[in-house]
């Protein structure tokens, strides 16, 4: 999907937030007043939220920083520009994670990073729908080979979560938690979601694409498409937040990178501790479901393979290495 150069124009005169008028907008762009409209019914399509005011003109609902290679190399540290072979920003696309196990399936390099600013079928875990307006939030894949195959990489989601943890209270974000295996929540409520699809020999050479999603800004309305308790940046780090986007993309980076790069030389136990210390599930009465099968128990940590242990009512503890955790919200 393509974004016409007339539609960016527009966004990069709406991104303050502020109003301005049809004639200013056209004036700006040297196209009619007209032709205005329909560019900004077009953002709508993208889920750009508009207001529309009589004398006054239209704003975005809210402001949004859009992604800049420029703006993310300045804040990246020397060790992850080392490892990021190449830095794509694309303006929409199906999915971050599909574009690059395409081009791992074609001989891609370790060290591809694509952010995409809209996503018009981005995944979450078991085929769910990822909820991706344009210019919001945070849409990032990153490709990585590996010789010995997935096993050698097991538990690698979980020490995904610890860097991105790392790098969101370096933004100033406090009580963020992680939910087994791959969820980061913020006072119960998820805030982000990795994604990792691991494809290869099953001993031999493989490739990775994790995939990340971080919700920066999501407006009442797409929210109604999630389906369990959400949280987004603006409301954790209020009104601002938007002008810290491509930080946070940067910060994403210096802290995932090194781990994905050292994991297979390393395992889960070196990051199991850290993990634990985040862990927001613990203690918890959840439901565990794997297939068409749950398990109902107390969420006792994980093991030093990073497998889930659930203890049951009669006290019996069981490690999971897969499913899907649900709980009721306090």
Not at 123 to 143: A, D, M, Q
Not at 243 to 263: D, G, K, S, T, Y
């Amino acid at each position: 999907m393509l974004i016409s150069e007339t539609l960016k124009q527009l966004l990069r005169l709406l991104a303050d937030g502020k109003f301005h008028s049809g004639t200013e907008l056209s004036h700006a762009l040297s196209i009619s007043r007209s032709a205005i409209w329909k560019q900004l019914h077009a953002l709508s399509e993208l889920g750009v939220e508009l207001n529309a005011v009589s004398g006054k003109g239209y704003n975005l609902q809210q402001p949004l920083q859009l992604l800049d290679s420029h703006r993310i190399s300045g804040y990246l540290d020397q060790p992850a520009l080392q490892l990021i072979k190449r830095l794509e920003i694309h303006d929409a696309m199906p999915s971050t994670n599909r574009y690059l196990m395409e081009l791992a399936g074609n001989g891609g390099e370790s060290g591809l990073v694509c952010f995409a600013e809209y996503q018009t079928d981005g995944k979450g875990r078991r085929g769910r729908t990822w909820v991706s307006p344009f210019g919001h939030n945070i849409y990032l894949s990153i490709l990585w080979r590996y010789q010995d195959g997935p096993a050698a990489i097991a538990g690698l989601s979980l020490a995904l979560g610890v860097a991105v943890v790392r790098a969101l209270r370096q933004l100033g974000v406090r009580d963020v938690g992680l939910k087994w295996p791959n969820d980061i929540y913020w006072r119960q409520r998820k805030l982000a979601g990795i994604l990792v699809e691991v494809s290869g020999e099953s001993s031999g050479p493989c490739h990775a694409v994790i995939g990340l999603g971080v919700n920066f800004y999501l407006s009442a309305r797409q929210a109604e498409y999630i389906d369990q308790p959400w949280i987004d940046l603006s409301r954790v780090l209020g009104e601002t937040a938007y002008a810290r986007r491509n930080e946070l993309a940067a910060l994403l980076l210096n802290h995932l990178m090194p781990v994905i790069a050292e994991f297979e030389n390393e395992s889960i136990q070196n990051y199991a501790d850290e993990w634990r210390s985040y862990d927001c599930m613990r203690g918890k009465v959840v439901s565990l479901f794997i297939g068409q099968h749950s398990h109902e128990g107390t969420v006792a940590g994980i093991d030093e393979n990073g497998l889930l242990l659930l203890k049951d009512n009669e006290g019996r503890v069981r490690a999971f290495a897969s499913g899907e955790v649900s709980f009721r919200a306090s």
